[in-house]
């Protein structure tokens, strides 16, 4: 009922900068909240970024000071830039939504992922 399709990840050389994004569709009535996460290989998927309705943020403390998220409501879209990258910077960044959608039992609050896109910070 709800997709999120990233797009963004890729390949740079340490102290890159790439931009990812994640656009929400579906039967949407709002989104409480957005973010990445990413998991590396051999490693538990952590929270990296997250943004709130509110406009409220939050930061894994490795990537405070060089990435930034950012919303478009209009577009419901959630974009994550990140400067100065590093090679542990490299897994794989999953988009995440807390959503209200409209059900045919009513209003109702999920949680959504994307699918998932690479980043490789080569050093």
């Known amino acids: 009922q709800v997709q999120l399709v990233e797009s963004g990840g890729g390949l740079v050389q340490a102290g890159g900068s790439l931009r990812l994004s994640c656009a929400a569709s579906?039967?949407?009535?709002?989104?409480?909240?957005m973010g990445w996460y990413r998991q590396a290989p051999g490693k538990q998927r952590e929270l990296v970024a997250a943004s709130a309705s509110g406009g409220s943020t939050n930061y894994a403390d490795s990537v405070k000071g060089r990435f930034t998220i950012s919303r478009d409501n209009a577009k419901n879209t959630v974009y994550l830039q990140m400067n100065s990258l590093k090679p542990e910077d490299t897994a794989v960044y999953y988009c995440?939504?807390?959503?209200?959608?409209?059900?045919?039992?009513?209003?109702?609050?999920?949680?959504?992922w994307g699918q998932g896109t690479q980043v490789t910070v080569s050093p």
């Open positions: 995440n939504a807390g959503v209200t959608i409209a059900h045919s039992l009513g209003l109702m609050v999920g949680t959504y």
């Open positions: 579906g039967s949407i009535v709002s989104i409480v909240t």
